[in-house]
């Protein structure tokens, strides 16, 4: 048996690890948005967010490829600033993911930020609180289960993402590939040793951190 | 204002001392509070505290709620499960520099007979210790006027009577108005020094509250 090159993992954590941080935090602002009864065509904007959980993923992946290929606006704009492409890097990986994971972190959001009993928002606010404070503190705090939640589920995704990164950022990122490509390269090079310990190494990671995430949202609910 | 299908059109005016609002369930006493502390917008209307003008529908006025210095303490009390008893009270002081808001803080709570409960949340504390603490929080302001919607409706007759009790202190301390919302007979008898009854969204009687409560048994 050969020895097992774990830079795919270790590539896939890092790639999953960022692409949470933009998602929890874009994602909480629009489950904020959403969660605000008037906000027009609240509905349509939903389901564009949430278009990424019924799209293939080559099809999702095919939109961000036009959106922030070197011939988009947004392309060439991140090129300007930045001196590289957004396709086929590492920046490019990390978008592809984190687009296929933001409807399942917004949704999560904001069901926790919907839980939150409209009294004590109101009682925040005669208290003398701005809109800014009731949600830094009293909404936030008091949605942390579906915030983690949403975390875990969308770092879970991320992890796991194999079409839209295959055509945003290639089959190589930095010369490796993300544990997912290197899964399906192995199975296609009859390797199933490395197919076998990749893939359990991905569950234990994806299963003991939902688990821990669980143990957290319980305490926190508990309070 | 309307709620739901019922449209409320009442003109209240509050003297110092504890007016309670009494009415059916359902007869639009609630929103009126509302209404008062911002939380809903009437159609029409003026809310004024003295001079102060909080709204006036007409001259497009409209103070928002946090701006509006009063005391509303809701029916579900509504504390904030993640904060402690301390953490509740000196919510309302976020301008006070932190060593002297817990100070304050501490103080209300001593005030209202609950300093012991400093540093426990809310989930552990009895019906009783809950109206306490929440009334210590919504005293943390400094308020101009006091709003209570039903806050004893959950109690035995003898909490009832011991937080009545307390809040005519509080009152008579501060020297302002409070509005007291209520279907109960019994509770106003405890605390009203003026009753404005209200059904269907109408005014239907006002008055002492000697006189009017004369005409009700609990």
Redesign the interface.
Known sequence: MRSIDWGPLWLSLQVATLSTIFTLTTGTGLALLLAWRKLPARDLIDAVISAPLVLPPTVLGYYLLVALGRNSALGRGWEAVFGQPIVFTFAGAVIAAAAGSLPLVVRSVRLGIESV?P??L?????????PV?VIA??VL??AAPGLIAGAMLGFARALGDYGATQMLAGTRIGGSPTASIFVMDQLLADNEDQVFAMSLATTITGVTLLYFANRLTHRLRR? | MRRGELAIDVELECPPGITCVMGPSGAGKSSILAAIAGLAVPDAGRVALGDEVWLDRARGVDVPVHDRRLAYVLQGLALFPHLTALGNVAYGMPEIAKPARRARAQALLDRVGVGHLAGRRPRTFSGGEAQRVALARALARAPRLMLLDEPFSALDRELRAQLAALVRELVAELGVPLIHVTHSVSEARLLADQVVQIERGKVVGRGVAAEILAHFVD
């Open positions: 009993e009294d004590l109101a009682a925040a606010r005669t208290l003398g609180a701005r404070r503190t009293v705090p008091l309070g």
